[in-house]
């Protein structure tokens, strides 16, 4: 029985078809990663199962009563709101001071709770976040981009921390990373979207599936391509991306350039 299941689902933002026709079922107690380009859909996909946005097609099937708990992408808070990591916490639902301290420790950053939100580190502040979530008791727990923010070593212990939160809860864990080289080895399974879903499997598949090497190139290069990654590429033959990264580039653009030149796993 599966936790979520999404069935052909599609969602447009006005003209722009952010996702068409996604399979996907998450179930108990797995390690799922989505990965791909930047407007590639993953977001989306997240609000859509957390039931934040409604499919223009398909079905989004949550098994009844399912809890999730859900770790935004990049959210910040005005660094001049005094706010206490014990008021975060409890909000928008008050909380239990105990269950609050018991959410930082699972989070691994027990006795946090009287610090400002603003004086934490980035990887205080995603723990935070992630405590918040854990708060719901999830069976389902999503992750957009948790490590943002963080660097290698700290995105490591994150990673880290999360594989332990599955151990001890058991939650199903649903997650977007563009730390391919980390995130694989940890994930039962990866899904590569590209509006679509291009390929999905155990790592192994996915890594050599020509479809993610189109996206991604391959072996540690593959991983640093993610970043350097520019769609200016056929997706019709293999090879790396090693073209620096233009920051200001219009990725929307080009993905909708890109859509369509995947086959369909
Ligand atoms: N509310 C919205 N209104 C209009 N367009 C949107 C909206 N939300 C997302 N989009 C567009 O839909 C596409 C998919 O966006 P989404 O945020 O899901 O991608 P993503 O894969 O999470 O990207 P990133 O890696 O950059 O976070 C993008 O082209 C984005 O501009």
Same mark, same amino acid.
């Given at each position: ?24 079922? @998450? ?21 859509? @199962? ?7 097609? $398909? ?34 639902? #008050? ?12 989070? =691994?950053?027990? =006795? ?9 580190? =980035? ?13 719901? !008791?999830?069976?389902?727990? @999503? ?10 070593? $700290?995105?490591?212990?994150?990673? $880290? ?56 190139? &391959?072996?540690? #290069? =593959? ?33 909708? !350039?890109?859509?369509?030149?995947? &086959?369909?796993?």
């Amino acid at each position: 029985m599966s936790l979520v299941s999404l069935t052909g689902v599609s969602v447009a933002h006005g003209d722009h078809q952010a996702l068409e026709n996604v399979d996907l079922a @998450i179930s108990p107690g797995e390690i799922v990663t989505i990965v791909g380009p930047n407007g590639s859909g993953k977001t989306t996909l997240l609000r859509c @199962i957390i039931g934040a946005l409604r499919p223009n097609k $398909g079905r989004v099937e949550r098994a009844r009563g399912v809890r999730i708990g859900y770790v935004p992408q990049g959210l910040s808070i005005d660094p001049t709101l005094p706010l206490s990591v014990k008021r975060f916490l409890s909000l928008p639902r #008050r909380r239990r001071d105990a269950d609050v301290s018991a959410a930082l420790e699972q989070a =691994g950053v027990a =006795g946090l709770e009287d610090r400002q939100m603003s004086a934490l580190s =980035g990887g205080q502040f995603q723990r935070a976040l992630l405590a918040r979530a854990l708060l719901e !008791k999830p069976e389902l727990l @999503i992750l957009d981009e948790p490590t943002t923010g963080l660097d290698q070593p $700290g995105s490591a212990d994150l990673y $880290g921390q999360i594989e332990q939160v599955r151990r001890d809860t058991g939650a199903a864990i649903l997650m977007v990373s563009h730390e391919l080289h980390v995130v694989m080895s940890a994930s039962d399974r990866v899904v590569c979207l590209n509006g679509h879903v291009c390929c999905h499997g155990t790592p192994e598949i996915v890594a050599s599936a020509p479809e993610y090497r189109a996206l991604f190139g &391959t072996g540690t #290069r =593959g991983a640093l391509a993610l970043y350097r990654h520019e769609h200016d590429h056929s997706h019709s033959h293999d090879h790396e991306h090693d073209h620096g990264h233009d920051h200001g580039h219009d990725h929307h653009k080009d993905h909708q !350039k890109d859509r369509g030149t995947h &086959t369909h796993a």
